[in-house]
């Protein structure tokens, strides 16, 4: 059985930092991309940060470019998100998130249309006040 365990968030102030975790059970890194989704309040989900199955590649969303980074410990099977200069923009509840895809070679794991992620963390709470 897969378990996927979101941990790290908390209440924050603007320009401050945080590192979101990912304990995974179950699961291996070499056939599931690995990925932290959020969904604010009133609004759809949206994807965040990814590291492709296939070679490690890493993809953003545009709105955390360079203010984001996603990594992952093989040796703990776990994955993590470091949040600098938050933005309250950023408050919401983030998921992280394993999987698959049926084609072949290295696509950007945010996209729906190539990947499918059928294994879902319970979510944690960020919030970033102004």
């Known amino acids: 059985e897969v378990q996927l365990q979101a941990s790290g968030g908390g209440l924050v102030e603007a320009g401050g930092s945080l590192t979101l975790s990912c304990a995974a059970s179950?699961?291996?890194?070499?056939?599931?991309?690995i990925a932290w989704f959020r969904r604010a309040p009133g609004k759809g989900r949206e994807g965040v940060a990814c590291?492709?199955?296939?070679?490690?590649?890493?993809f953003y969303g545009d709105s955390v470019k360079g203010r984001f980074t996603i990594s992952r410990d093989d040796a703990k099977n776990a994955w993590y998100l470091q949040m600098n200069n938050l933005k309250p923009e950023d408050t919401a509840v983030y998921y992280c998130?394993?999987?698959?895809?049926?084609?072949?070679?290295?696509?950007?794991?945010?996209?729906?249309?190539?990947?499918?992620?059928?294994?879902w963390g319970q979510g944690t709470q960020v919030t970033v006040s102004s």
């Open positions: 998130a394993g999987g698959r895809t049926t084609f072949s070679g290295t696509y950007p794991c945010l996209s729906s249309r190539v990947y499918e992620y059928d294994y």
């Open positions: 179950g699961f291996t890194f070499d056939d599931h991309a």
């Open positions: 590291i492709t199955e296939t070679d490690g590649s890493i």
